[in-house]
């Protein structure tokens, strides 16, 4: 098969290559150019299969040699060393929680995330990936064509829900325990929510927690200003990629989730992702006007 030609399987799926399917992939590309960077954040050797096997991102690069401008430019250079270090720093938060004993890993809005392949879990954690059953299918499809031997590190179990309405039942049911300490991750998904999804999530996730389990998720804080919504990374990527990332985004005014959760008796910290850019000396820095100024990443404790 030559690169970008999509295989039988992959060509029958609908709802990946277009809207929020769309920006899995285009995480997929950018999480393949930092595994092949010198100085790579987090390494994901299966992303660039994502992409290659999707006739629409035929032209997407995988790589560093395919980014002329580096990190110059806006869509393949700055904004995916952004998702190489979101990668990175969700990706020790959970490990930290495998560490301190936890067991149940959940997935909210999983996408093309291939942590349960490619971390180092202990033996007996399970991965729970929460997404459409369209994205769900394209991931297992793609990863039977790609490397049909590898195993994944983790037990992995895949839930076909639709996360804007009830999904407590199809994890229970997947073999989830409420009663046992969970390490959540909403990575990419709150900032496609209606705000009344966002508050239903965050109430679901406190039902289902015993004392112990954690949260980490990605938000918007604020209103962001005329100025910071022409900014090259969103031109970059309607122009580019025919992604609208404003239109995806939901408009109406943000929860709280992180006084949701205090007054629920979690104990959340907010981050910038600049904090852990100076931290671990890589990744991108504030710019004028920029688009990522308004991201927050918050991490909470029960």
Same mark, same amino acid.
């Given at each position: 098969?030559?690169?970008?030609?999509?295989?039988?399987?992959? $060509? =029958?799926?609908? *709802?990946?290559?277009?809207? +929020?399917?769309?920006?899995? @992939? !285009?995480? %997929? /590309?950018? &999480?393949?150019?930092?595994?092949?960077?010198?100085?790579?954040?987090?390494?994901?050797?299966?992303?660039?299969?994502?992409?290659?096997?999707?006739?629409?991102?035929?032209?997407?690069?995988?790589?560093?040699?395919?980014?002329?401008?580096?990190?110059?430019?806006?869509?393949?250079?700055?904004? $995916? =060393?952004?998702? *190489?270090?979101?990668?990175? +720093?969700?990706?020790?938060? @959970? !490990?930290? %929680? /495998?560490? &301190?004993?936890?067991?149940?890993?959940?997935?909210?809005?999983?996408?093309?995330?291939?942590?349960?392949?490619?971390?180092?879990?202990?033996?007996?954690?399970?991965?729970?990936?929460?997404?459409?059953?369209?994205?769900?299918?394209?991931?297992?499809?793609?990863?039977?064509?790609?490397?049909? $031997?590898?195993?994944?590190?983790?037990?992995?179990?895949?839930?076909?829900?639709? @996360?804007?309405?009830?999904?407590?039942?199809?994890?229970?049911?997947?073999?989830?325990?409420?009663?046992?300490?969970?390490?959540?991750?909403?990575?990419?998904?709150?900032?496609?929510?209606?705000?009344?999804?966002?508050?239903?999530?965050?109430?679901?996730?406190?039902?289902?927690?015993?004392?112990?389990?954690?949260?980490?998720?990605?938000?918007?804080?604020?209103?962001?200003?005329?100025?910071?919504?022409?900014?090259?990374?969103?031109?970059?990527?309607?122009?580019?990629?025919?992604?609208?990332?404003?239109?995806?985004?939901?408009?109406?005014?943000?929860?709280?989730?992180?006084?949701?959760?205090?007054?629920?008796?979690?104990?959340?910290?907010?981050?910038?992702?600049?904090?852990?850019?100076?931290?671990?000396?890589?990744?991108?820095?504030?710019?004028?006007?920029?688009?990522?100024?308004?991201?927050?990443?918050?991490?909470?404790?029960?």
């Amino acid at each position: 098969m030559s690169p970008g030609e999509p295989t039988a399987t992959t $060509a =029958r799926l609908t *709802g990946v290559d277009s809207g +929020v399917g769309l920006t899995a @992939l !285009l995480v %997929a /590309a950018a &999480r393949a150019i930092e595994t092949e960077g010198p100085d790579a954040l987090a390494r994901d050797e299966y992303a660039a299969h994502f992409v290659r096997a999707v006739g629409a991102c035929a032209g997407w690069p995988v790589h560093p040699d395919q980014v002329p401008d580096g990190e110059a430019d806006p869509l393949w250079g700055r904004l $995916a =060393r952004y998702f *190489g270090l979101r990668t990175r +720093v969700f990706d020790d938060h @959970l !490990l930290r %929680a /495998a560490d &301190r004993g936890t067991r149940q890993v959940v997935l909210l809005g999983a996408g093309l995330d291939t942590r349960a392949l490619r971390l180092p879990w202990p033996g007996d954690c399970t991965v729970y990936e929460l997404d459409q059953d369209a994205v769900l299918t394209f991931k297992r499809r793609t990863l039977e064509d790609a490397a049909p $031997a590898e195993r994944p590190r983790a037990r992995r179990v895949a839930v076909p829900v639709d @996360l804007r309405r009830d999904w407590t039942p199809a994890l229970t049911a997947a073999g989830f325990d409420p009663g046992r300490p969970t390490a959540w991750l909403a990575e990419g998904l709150l900032l496609y929510l209606p705000a009344a999804a966002e508050r239903r999530l965050i109430a679901t996730v406190d039902a289902l927690s015993a004392p112990g389990s954690s949260l980490a998720y990605e938000v918007k804080q604020g209103v962001e200003s005329a100025a910071v919504r022409a900014a090259p990374v969103y031109r970059a990527a309607r122009t580019r990629i025919g992604v609208d990332l404003l239109a995806l985004f939901d408009p109406q005014p943000r929860p709280d989730s992180a006084a949701d959760l205090a007054a629920r008796g979690w104990l959340p910290g907010v981050r910038t992702p600049f904090d852990f850019s100076r931290h671990l000396g890589r990744g991108p820095l504030p710019e004028p006007e920029d688009a990522l100024a308004a991201n927050r990443w918050v991490f909470a404790t029960r």
